[in-house]
């Protein structure tokens, strides 16, 4: 794994990528409300999204205290310089979206606009990600290629062409984590594996079983 020192500090070069493509969807999500929203609520949204990347930050670090105990208790400053990795990661991606969800309703945004924010978010991070993962590093070619070209071709569809309802967004959340899903089981990756799937594998089922629950629902916009 590539590694890159910034100072006293060693990161892992795709979490450098992975931070730039959070970035890089703070900014499309920050010129879609500009030309979508009244300020007053853009402001809103924008600080309910930074507040909930922080604490996803907090969790992903602070998960190697549950990951790594013997790590953390034999050297505290473990924290500083270790992340929980992929199982952190997915940890805090999950408990940053509830706390999302839960503060946006509690600042009466409305269901609509809450998806269609996590929507552009999550979809512009991973078009990002995998484009510059494609780039700089020489693993896995194609995967990266697909998983990086068809978030951007349904955002741009649906921003340009058609009203992204929840419907829409829950659907090509289905079909995205179904990709992914078939993408990994061809790669035939065996690690990090929790029972029969791995933990991203399982992220994913679970993403499909919520969006089903959630296809049909009523919009409160």
């Known amino acids: ?3 890159v020192q910034i100072g006293s500090f060693a990161i892992l070069f795709k979490w450098l990528l992975l931070g730039i493509a959070v970035l890089f969807a703070i900014l499309v999500i920050k010129l879609w409300l500009i030309r979508t929203q009244e300020r007053e609520l853009h402001k809103k949204i924008l600080d309910v999204l930074s507040n909930s990347l ?27 310089y270790f992340t929980g990795g992929m199982k ?6 999950i408990l940053s979206i509830v706390f999302f969800v839960f503060r946006a309703q509690k600042s009466h945004i409305g269901n609509l606009l809450i998806s ?8 512009s991070v991973i078009s990002a990600y995998h484009i510059l993962e494609l780039v700089f590093l020489d693993n896995d070619k194609m995967i990266h290629l697909i998983l990086g070209f068809f978030p951007i071709f349904v955002l741009m569809f649906f921003l340009f062409k058609q009203q992204l309802s929840e419907r829409k967004i829950f659907t090509n959340y289905i079909l995205f984590s179904f ?12 690690d990090s594996r ?3 799937f791995s933990i ?3 992220f994913f089922i ?16």
């Open 116 to 123: 269609q924010t996590g929507f552009i978010f999550s979809f």
């Open 88 to 93: 952190g990661l997915f940890l805090a991606i």
């Open 1 to 3: 794994m590539q590694i």
């Open 179 to 190: 990709l992914s899903l078939f993408l990994s089981f061809a790669q035939g990756k065996t």
């Open 200 to 202: 991203e594998q399982w």
């Open 206 to 221: 679970g993403l499909i079983i919520v969006s089903l629950f959630n296809w049909d629902k009523k919009t409160i916009s």
């Open 194 to 196: 929790l029972f029969i």
């Open 54 to 80: 922080f604490l996803g930050f907090l969790i992903w670090k602070g998960s190697l205290i549950i990951l790594e105990p013997s790590l953390v208790m034999k050297s505290p400053f473990s924290l500083l």
